[in-house]
T-cell receptor, first 114, second 115 residues
Framework: DSGVTQTPKHLITATGQRVTLRCSPR?????VYWYQQSLDQGLQFLIQ???????AKGNILERFSAQQFPDLHSELNLSSLELGDSALYFC?????????????FGPGTRLTVL | DQQVKQNSPSLSVQEGRISILNCDYT??????FLWYKKYPAEGPTFLIS?????DKNEDGRFTVFLNKSAKHLSLHIVPSQPGDSAVYFC??????????????FGSGTQLTVLP
């Protein structure tokens, strides 16, 4: 158990809909990262927050947005969903900002868009 | 454009033998490399890392080798154990302004250690 929690574990929805994925980082961790893993692909970095502020952005679609709240939990919002958005979405957390701070991953949310 | 490539989707090894997982990268700005292990239904777990100022880092049964001129790194597991069966991801990070960095992952290699 990494100490990072993600809810829900599974999510099935239809095209055009909007969903929110939630992540609670490990106690004491200030950084939260979001990754997308599509079928047979590596993890694609989406976005990073540190202590409530956006710090790095990857290939995140404009239909996707995220935020980190004062209690440090984070939400990833996916809107106007398309079939290709079906994937595993991982959240990770670390104490600091850079990769020298080990990232601890949650178990992921499996999103299926029908 | 895949900047981090793991060309072998799968690898099978006998228990007790050496497992060698390979990773190639194209971005010469990468200066920090990591290996993660992932079991089904779990998130990736950090295994071992190496900075570009080194060419080898060892941690127990796990050793990572970095060949900067070839832009290649490898993970050696000796001896391999059935519990090592998992998907192994190579990841890299690049120098950039500021302290925030992102990890670029390869597509993973499924290692199966046969008893």
């Amino acid at each position: 158990d990494s100490g990072v929690t993600q809810t829900p574990k599974h999510l099935i929805t239809a095209t055009g809909q909007r969903v929110t994925l939630r992540c609670s980082p490990r106690s004491g961790d200030l950084s939260v990262y979001w990754y997308q893993q599509s079928l047979d692909q590596g993890l694609q970095f989406l976005i990073q927050y540190y202590n409530g502020e956006e710090r790095a952005k990857g290939n995140i679609l404009e239909r996707f947005s995220a935020q980190q709240f004062p209690d440090l939990h984070s939400e990833l919002n996916l809107s106007s969903l398309e079939l290709g958005d079906s994937a595993l979405y991982f959240c990770a957390s670390s104490v600091g900002q850079g990769p020298y701070n080990e990232q601890f991953f949650g178990p992921g949310t499996r999103l299926t868009v029908l | 454009d895949q900047q981090v490539k793991q060309n072998s989707p799968s690898l099978s090894v006998q228990e007790g033998r050496i497992s060698i997982l390979n990773c190639d990268y194209t971005n010469s700005m990468f200066d920090y490399f990591l290996w993660y292990k992932k079991y089904p239904a779990e998130g990736p777990t950090f295994l071992i890392s190496i900075s570009s100022i080194k060419d080898k880092n060892e941690d127990g049964r796990f050793t990572v080798f970095l060949n900067k001129s070839a832009k290649h790194l490898s993970l050696h597991i000796v001896p391999s154990q059935p519990g090592d069966s998992a998907v192994y991801f190579c990841a890299a990070s690049a120098r950039s302004s500021g302290s925030a960095r992102q990890l670029t992952f390869g597509s993973g290699t499924q290692l199966t250690v046969l008893p």
